[in-house]
C-alpha cells in the first residue's frame, strides 16, 4: 500500500516536479503535492496546512533554495527540506547543507530520491520525538513528582514574578509555609505511600484559594502558598485552618491531621523570595513551638533563636571538632558491573538525636553558612579516605556533593586546590556534584568556576538532573563529565510511563552531549535491566548497596557480587 506523503514543491519547472513525483510514486508514496514557485506562495501554503516534506530546486526565476530554507525556518517549522537541482555543485551543496538543508539530489540522479526521503522522514520522526522528550523534561522539572502538584521551583519562580509585578500596584503577596504536623506520624503507624495523601491535603488547600497555581508542595509534609495581600490575611489563614481540621479520609480511617502556618509579608519583611521563605519558616517553628497554629514573622523571632537555629550552633561545633562522619555509596559501571566510583555522603551522629541524616541539616547550614567548613570537612575527608583505599590498592573516585552556597563561594577553588595538596590526592580522584538548581542561581559564575575545575582535572556532575530549573541552553555550555538522573524518576521508572520517558529522554539527552549518565535511586533488578536496555552508563541505589562507612565498604568491596574496576 502507498505511503501518504504530503509533500511541497518549491520548483518553476512543471515537468521536472512531474518527474520528481513519479520517482516517489515508484517508492512506494503517493503525494499530495502542491507546487510553488515564489516567496509569497510558500508562506501561504506552509501557514495553510501540515506538510511532511518539502522540496526545493536550487536556482529559478524568482526564488532560490537558500531563501526557501530560511523562510521554511521562519515560520518555525523544522521538516526535511531537500534540494533537488539539476545545477547544484559539490560545494554549493555544502553550504547548503550547513545551512540547514537536510539533503540534495541531481536531478540526473533521482534513484538517490527515495532512500533520501526515507532517511530524512525517519529523522524528522526522531527530532520530533526528543522535542517531546526535553519539553516533558521541561515540565517535569517544575511538578512535584510525589504529588503532581507545582514543585518549590515553580513555586520560588512564581513567588518572585508576583513580587516583582506588585511592585508597581502594590498588591504584594504573603507567604505562608503549612506544615502538616501529624502525617508522619500517620503515614508511620500505617505505613502507607505517602503520595494520594499528602495531594489530599494539596487539593483540599487548593479548594480554599482563588488561583490555582499558587499552592506548591515544597518538600516533605510542607507546602507553600502564596497569599494576595489587600484583604486581612489572618482571616484568610483562620478560614484555612479551619478547613483543614475537618478530617481526613486515609485508607478508609477519619483522621485529624494538625497544621502549624509560618507567614512572612513582602516587602515588610523582605523582597526577595528565598529570604521571605526562610523567615517564614522561622515563624513557622514559633507556631509549633508556641502551639498556635499559625505565627507571622518578627525580627524579635531571629534573635530569640527558634530550635532550628540552636542546632545549628551545635552543628558548628560538631563540624570544628570533627564529629560529623561520611558514608559511602558505591557507583557500578552497567555494562562491565564493576564498582568505580563511590559517593561521599554526610551524616551527624547526634548525642540526643541518634545519626541526622543530611536532609535534616544541610539546608540549615547553608542557610546559616556552616556549609562553608562542613564543605572543607567533607572534601577533606573524603580524599584522604579515597587516597588511603588507593595506597592500599583499590582506585575508586569519589564524589562530593557542592551545596548552591558551595559553587559560589569565592574560596572554592583555592579550597579544593588545597584539598588535593594536603591530601596528595590527584584531581582525577574527585568529582564534584552539583544540582542544576546551584547552577541556574548564577549561571555565568558557575560556567567560571566549573570551567577552571574542569581544567585542573576534577570531574564535574550534575545531580538530581530534572528536578531543577531546566536549561538546557545552559547545560550544553558547560564543561561537565556526567549527569545523575534524579531518584524520583529512576524509582518510578517501571511503574510510571512519564517516568520512563524522562528517563530515556535524559539518558539520550546526556548521550547527545557526550556525558556519562548516572542513574540514582536503583532498588530493583528490573530496573537495573531496564537501565541496561536503555543504554545507561552508572547505576548507584539500594539494589546494588546503601551508603556505609568506609570499614564495612572496603567488606563490601571484597565479598560483593560486582567487582572492582581497577586495582592499583
Ligand atoms: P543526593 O546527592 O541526591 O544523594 C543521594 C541520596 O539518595 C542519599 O541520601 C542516598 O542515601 C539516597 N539513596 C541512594 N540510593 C538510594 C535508593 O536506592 N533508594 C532511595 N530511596 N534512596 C537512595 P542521603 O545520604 O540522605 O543524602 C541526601 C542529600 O543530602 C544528598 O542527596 C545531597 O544532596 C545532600 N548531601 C549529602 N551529603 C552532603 C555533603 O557532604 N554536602 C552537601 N552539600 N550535601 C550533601
Ligand atoms: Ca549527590
Ligand atoms: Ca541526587
Not at 503525494?31 to 516567496?39: F, Q
Not at 540522479?109 to 526521503?117: G, Y
Not at 475537618?246 to 483522621?255: E, L, R, S, V
Not at 542544576?436 to 560556567?447: D, F, Q, T
Given at each position: 500500500m502507498?505511503?501518504?506523503?504530503?509533500?511541497?514543491?518549491?520548483?518553476?519547472s512543471e515537468d521536472d516536479?512531474e518527474?520528481?513525483?513519479?520517482?516517489?510514486?515508484?517508492?512506494?508514496?503517493?503525494?499530495?503535492?502542491v507546487?510553488v514557485?515564489?516567496?509569497?506562495?510558500?508562506?501561504?501554503?506552509?501557514?495553510?496546512?501540515?506538510w511532511?516534506?518539502?522540496?526545493?530546486?536550487?536556482t529559478?526565476?524568482?526564488?532560490?533554495a537558500?531563501d526557501a530554507?530560511?523562510?521554511?525556518?521562519?515560520t518555525?517549522l523544522d521538516?526535511?527540506f531537500?534540494i533537488v537541482?539539476g545545477?547544484?555543485?559539490?560545494?554549493?551543496a555544502?553550504?547548503?547543507m550547513r545551512?540547514?538543508?537536510?539533503?540534495?539530489?541531481?536531478?540526473d540522479?533521482?534513484?538517490r530520491?527515495?532512500?533520501a526521503?526515507?532517511?530524512?522522514?525517519?529523522?524528522?520522526?526522531?527530532r520530533q520525538?526528543?522535542?517531546?522528550?526535553e519539553e516533558?523534561?521541561?515540565r517535569?522539572a517544575?511538578?512535584?513528582?510525589?504529588?503532581?502538584?507545582?514543585?518549590?521551583?515553580?513555586f520560588?519562580?512564581?513567588a518572585q514574578?508576583?513580587?516583582?509585578a506588585?511592585?508597581?500596584?502594590?498588591?504584594?503577596?504573603?507567604?505562608l509555609?503549612v506544615?502538616i504536623?501529624?502525617?508522619?506520624e500517620?503515614?508511620?503507624?500505617?505505613?502507607?505511600?505517602?503520595?494520594?495523601?499528602?495531594?489530599?491535603?494539596?487539593?483540599?488547600?487548593r479548594g480554599?484559594?482563588?488561583?490555582?497555581?499558587?499552592?506548591?508542595?515544597?518538600g516533605?509534609?510542607?507546602?507553600?502558598?502564596?497569599?494576595?495581600?489587600?484583604?486581612?490575611?489572618?482571616?484568610?489563614?483562620?478560614?484555612?485552618?479551619?478547613f483543614?481540621?475537618?478530617?481526613?479520609m486515609?485508607?478508609?480511617?477519619?483522621?485529624?491531621?494538625?497544621?502549624?502556618?509560618?507567614?512572612a509579608?513582602?516587602?515588610d519583611?523582605a523582597a526577595?523570595?528565598d529570604t521571605?521563605?526562610?523567615?517564614?519558616?522561622?515563624?513557622?517553628?514559633?507556631?509549633?513551638r508556641?502551639?498556635?497554629?499559625?505565627?507571622?514573622?518578627?525580627?524579635e523571632?531571629?534573635?530569640?533563636s527558634?530550635?532550628?537555629?540552636g542546632?545549628?550552633?551545635e552543628?558548628?561545633?560538631?563540624?570544628e571538632q570533627?564529629?560529623?562522619?561520611?558514608?559511602?555509596?558505591p557507583?557500578m559501571?552497567?555494562k562491565?558491573?564493576?564498582?568505580?566510583?563511590?559517593?561521599?555522603?554526610v551524616r551527624?551522629?547526634h548525642p540526643?538525636?541518634?545519626?541526622?541524616?543530611?536532609?535534616?541539616?544541610?539546608?540549615?547550614?547553608?542557610?546559616?553558612?556552616?556549609?562553608?567548613?562542613?564543605?572543607?570537612?567533607?572534601?577533606?575527608?573524603?580524599?584522604n579516605?579515597?587516597?588511603?583505599?588507593?595506597?592500599q590498592?583499590?582506585?575508586?573516585?569519589?564524589?562530593v556533593?557542592?551545596s548552591a552556597?558551595?559553587?559560589h563561594a569565592?574560596?572554592?577553588?583555592?579550597?579544593i586546590?588545597?584539598?588535593?595538596?594536603?591530601?596528595?590526592?590527584?584531581?582525577e580522584?574527585?568529582?564534584?556534584?552539583?544540582?542544576e538548581s546551584?547552577?541556574?542561581?548564577s549561571?555565568?559564575?558557575a560556567?567560571e568556576t566549573?570551567?577552571?575545575?574542569?581544567?585542573?582535572?576534577?570531574?564535574?556532575?550534575?545531580?538530581?538532573?530534572g528536578t531543577?530549573y531546566?536549561?538546557?541552553a545552559?547545560i550544553?555550555?558547560?564543561?561537565i563529565?556526567?549527569?545523575?538522573?534524579?531518584k524520583s524518576?529512576v524509582?518510578?521508572?517501571?511503574a510510571?510511563?512519564?517516568d520512563?520517558?524522562i528517563v530515556?529522554?535524559?539518558?539520550?539527552l546526556?548521550?547527545?552531549?557526550?556525558?556519562s549518565?548516572?542513574a540514582?535511586?536503583?532498588?530493583?533488578?528490573?530496573?537495573l535491566?531496564a537501565?541496561a536496555?536503555?543504554?545507561?552508563?552508572e547505576?548507584?541505589?539500594?539494589f546494588i548497596c546503601k551508603?556505609?562507612?568506609?570499614?564495612?565498604?572496603?567488606?563490601w568491596?571484597l565479598t560483593?557480587?560486582?567487582?572492582l574496576?581497577?586495582?592499583?
Amino acid at each position: 500500500m502507498a505511503t501518504p506523503l504530503r509533500a511541497l514543491l518549491v520548483e518553476d519547472s512543471e515537468d521536472d516536479a512531474e518527474l520528481l513525483l513519479r520517482q516517489l510514486r515508484r517508492g512506494g508514496y503517493e503525494p499530495a503535492h502542491v507546487r510553488v514557485e515564489t516567496p509569497d506562495a510558500m508562506s501561504a501554503e506552509l501557514a495553510g496546512r501540515p506538510w511532511d516534506i518539502v522540496f526545493s530546486d536550487y536556482t529559478m526565476p524568482h526564488f532560490n533554495a537558500f531563501d526557501a530554507l530560511a523562510l521554511m525556518k521562519n515560520t518555525g517549522l523544522d521538516l526535511p527540506f531537500i534540494i533537488v537541482s539539476g545545477t547544484i555543485s559539490e560545494d554549493r551543496a555544502v553550504i547548503a547543507m550547513r545551512a540547514g538543508a537536510h539533503d540534495y539530489v541531481l536531478k540526473d540522479n533521482l534513484n538517490r530520491l527515495v532512500p533520501a526521503v526515507e532517511r530524512e522522514l525517519r529523522e524528522a520522526q526522531m527530532r520530533q520525538e526528543r522535542r517531546a522528550a526535553e519539553e516533558a523534561v521541561h515540565r517535569l522539572a517544575y511538578t512535584d513528582p510525589v504529588t503532581g502538584m507545582p514543585n518549590r521551583a515553580r513555586f520560588t519562580e512564581h513567588a518572585q514574578q508576583t513580587i516583582a509585578a506588585a511592585r508597581d500596584n502594590s498588591r504584594l503577596p504573603a507567604l505562608l509555609i503549612v506544615d502538616i504536623d501529624r502525617f508522619r506520624e500517620v503515614n508511620n503507624t500505617l505505613g502507607r505511600g505517602r503520595g494520594d495523601d499528602l495531594l489530599q491535603v494539596g487539593l483540599r488547600l487548593r479548594g480554599v484559594l482563588p488561583a490555582v497555581d499558587v499552592v506548591a508542595r515544597l518538600g516533605g509534609d510542607e507546602f507553600g502558598i502564596l497569599l494576595p495581600q489587600g484583604g486581612d490575611v489572618t482571616e484568610v489563614i483562620r478560614n484555612l485552618t479551619g478547613f483543614l481540621d475537618a478530617p481526613f479520609m486515609i485508607g478508609g480511617i477519619p483522621i485529624a491531621v494538625e497544621v502549624s502556618i509560618g507567614v512572612a509579608l513582602a516587602p515588610d519583611h523582605a523582597a526577595d523570595v528565598d529570604t521571605l521563605l526562610q523567615w517564614a519558616d522561622i515563624a513557622l517553628f514559633r507556631a509549633k513551638r508556641t502551639a498556635t497554629r499559625y505565627a507571622i514573622y518578627a525580627p524579635e523571632l531571629n534573635r530569640r533563636s527558634p530550635e532550628r537555629l540552636g542546632l545549628m550552633a551545635e552543628l558548628r561545633h560538631a563540624v570544628e571538632q570533627r564529629r560529623l562522619m561520611l558514608h559511602f555509596q558505591p557507583k557500578m559501571a552497567i555494562k562491565t558491573g564493576r564498582i568505580v566510583a563511590t559517593e561521599a555522603l554526610v551524616r551527624w551522629p547526634h548525642p540526643s538525636r541518634g545519626l541526622l541524616m543530611p536532609d535534616e541539616f544541610i539546608g540549615a547550614a547553608e542557610l546559616t553558612g556552616i556549609i562553608g567548613p562542613l564543605t572543607r570537612w567533607v572534601l577533606y575527608e573524603a580524599l584522604n579516605r579515597c587516597h588511603t583505599m588507593r595506597r592500599q590498592g583499590t582506585r575508586l573516585r569519589v564524589s562530593v556533593n557542592l551545596s548552591a552556597r558551595s559553587l559560589h563561594a569565592p574560596d572554592l577553588l583555592e579550597m579544593i586546590e588545597g584539598a588535593l595538596t594536603d591530601t596528595g590526592a590527584g584531581p582525577e580522584q574527585l568529582m564534584l556534584e552539583v544540582t542544576e538548581s546551584a547552577i541556574m542561581l548564577s549561571p555565568e559564575r558557575a560556567k567560571e568556576t566549573l570551567t577552571i575545575l574542569s581544567r585542573i582535572g576534577v570531574g564535574v556532575s550534575i545531580d538530581d538532573f530534572g528536578t531543577g530549573y531546566t536549561s538546557l541552553a545552559i547545560i550544553k555550555r558547560l564543561p561537565i563529565d556526567e549527569i545523575k538522573i534524579d531518584k524520583s524518576f529512576v524509582m518510578g521508572m517501571l511503574a510510571d510511563k512519564k517516568d520512563a520517558v524522562i528517563v530515556r529522554a535524559v539518558i539520550e539527552l546526556g548521550h547527545n552531549l557526550g556525558l556519562s549518565v548516572v542513574a540514582e535511586g536503583v532498588e530493583t533488578q528490573e530496573t537495573l535491566d531496564a537501565l541496561a536496555a536503555l543504554g545507561c552508563d552508572e547505576a548507584q541505589g539500594y539494589f546494588i548497596c546503601k551508603p556505609q562507612a568506609c570499614g564495612p565498604l572496603k567488606n563490601w568491596l571484597l565479598t560483593s557480587p560486582w567487582k572492582l574496576e581497577a586495582t592499583a
